[in-house]
């Protein structure tokens, strides 16, 4: 069984894919790549076997996935590729507009979070198709991706929040944006064949930690940055889905129920049952 199997379009995936695109590890599957937002509808709606998965997607689909061990997309603290930018602080953005990016569920979550349950704030959340354009003309904004990334280049500095920074001050927990998640359909049919795809992931990962030079320099070609720029982006970046991951996971997970974006906190953080067992 060959599985469907999603990959994030941004550059902070290449540290999990890099040895896939080069050819150094053959993945065991089809990869399409999208943003965050497209490829949770696609999981959940059955297009996708396996996939990286907002963490928000995948705590309101829990029952209909399988959360797979090893691998998240997450900051000790600072992220650098989530932010917000406001020319007002956000402890007095209460019944502002900010124009929201529709490309990340779990950014636009972790925004409501911090502003609702940190500041006490309720801000009037709008969708934009161009949410650069609108922190461009004043409005408050939610940047996730490179889009993120260019705006640190283009606004003050005293006028882009960093998401992680800002979760990580408030609660002392790691941030993880994007799980590894299977349809559990999937599991029951083929779990040799999630095996397989996460084993190649965790091979292709620890490929990447030992030739980061290789993965900057595709880093450069899909997105060209100033120099060193990557070497500290990947620096702040944690790929591993380790028991500080989990136990942020797991904050999120709560602070999504208290502001009722999810109905319950997930009952298996993680679910891991042998999926990596060699």
């Known amino acids: 069984m060959s599985l469907r199997c999603g990959r994030i379009i941004y550059t902070n995936d290449l540290p999990v894919y890099a040895a896939f695109d080069r050819g150094v590890i053959e993945y065991p599957g089809t990869l399409h790549a999208d943003v965050p937002a497209k490829l949770n509808a696609m999981l959940v709606g059955g297009e996708l076997d396996l996939s990286p998965i907002s963490a928000f997607a995948w705590a309101k689909h829990a029952d209909e996935l399988v959360l797979l061990p090893d691998l998240c997309i997450g900051a ?13 602080p956000p402890a007095l953005l209460d019944g502002a ?3 929201l990016t529709g490309e990340s569920a779990s950014g636009r979550n972790l925004l409501r979070v911090v502003l609702e349950r940190r500041y006490g704030v309720l801000p009037k959340y709008e969708e934009s198709a161009d949410p650069l354009a ?4 004043g409005d408050a ?4 991706g490179d ?19 800002l979760w990580h001050e408030w609660t002392g927990a790691q941030t993880v944006f994007a799980v590894w998640a299977a349809r559990r359909d999937a599991y029951e049919r083929d779990a040799e064949a999630i095996r397989e795809c996460m084993h190649a992931l965790t091979d292709a990962y620890t490929w990447s930690r030992s030739h980061m030079d290789a993965v900057i320099a595709d880093a450069q070609r899909a997105h060209a940055r100033r120099a060193g720029f990557y070497e500290t982006y990947y620096g702040k970046l944690n790929f591993t889905f380790h028991s500080a991951a989990q136990r942020g996971l797991a904050t999120y997970c709560r602070e999504l129920a208290a502001i009722g974006a999810i109905d319950r906190v997930p009952s298996s953080l993680p679910e891991v049952i042998g999926v990596v067992s060699r």
Do not use: K
């Not at 000790?76 to 007002?88: A, F, I, P, Y």
């Not at 609108?134 to 003309?137: C, G, P, S, T």
């Not at 904004?141 to 996730?144: D, E, G, M």
């Open 134 to 137: 609108a922190a461009h003309a």
């Open 147 to 165: 889009s993120a990334i260019d705006a640190l280049e283009r606004f003050p500095r005293e006028h882009v929040y960093d998401l992680g920074t």
């Open 76 to 88: 000790r603290d600072e992220v650098v590729s989530v932010v917000l930018v406001s020319q007002t």
């Open 141 to 144: 904004a939610l940047l996730i």
């Open 97 to 99: 507009r900010i124009a």
